[in-house]
């Protein structure tokens, strides 16, 4: 499994409940400029519609040696998730007020997956208690490299 893109700021800002693998339905110089690593999962969020769910705000640009068939940079792209699935997020977006976003997308075998969370947001002192937290560990970790030497 290579993974091409993350979504950096997603752990930071959400509380993430469940994920999810999703295929991704993409054209063929969208396909050539992820395999060149040309994606960006920042701003991405996932919606859906009429029973599907749509990947909106994922910028891939163009590639560089395509022609004028070149695919929109921005444009909305289908997920491929079974039905089961697409009923529980669903469901728990619409009873719960959570909201779904991609955290990355790789390649698996010759396929590009895409995976998905369904995430509740954090509050701003929740972020704060996770920066600290995270300073401690760092802090150990060094505590711990320095006796180990």
């Not at 693998?21 to 859906?48: D, W, Y």
Request: hydrophobic share 35%; glycine share 4%.
């Amino acid at each position: 499994m290579k993974i091409i893109a993350t979504n950096k700021k997603a752990h930071y800002s959400y509380h993430v409940i469940t994920k999810y693998e999703t295929g991704i339905c993409l054209q063929g110089t969208e396909v050539k400029s992820i395999r060149a690593s040309r994606i960006s999962l920042n701003e991405a969020f996932v919606v859906e519609k009429h029973n599907e769910l749509f990947l909106i705000n994922a910028l891939i640009p163009e590639y560089d040696q395509g022609n004028r068939c070149n695919h929109s940079p921005t444009r909305q792209r289908k997920l491929l998730v079974h039905k089961s699935e697409i009923r529980k997020i669903s469901q728990a977006v619409n009873r719960d007020g959570l909201t779904v976003i991609p955290l990355k997308i790789y390649f698996k075998d010759r396929w590009i997956k895409l995976e998905i969370a369904v995430c509740k947001g954090k509050a701003k002192s929740d972020k704060r208690q996770d920066k600290i937290k995270q300073e401690a560990n760092r802090e150990m970790a060094r505590a711990i490299k320095l006796t180990n030497r």
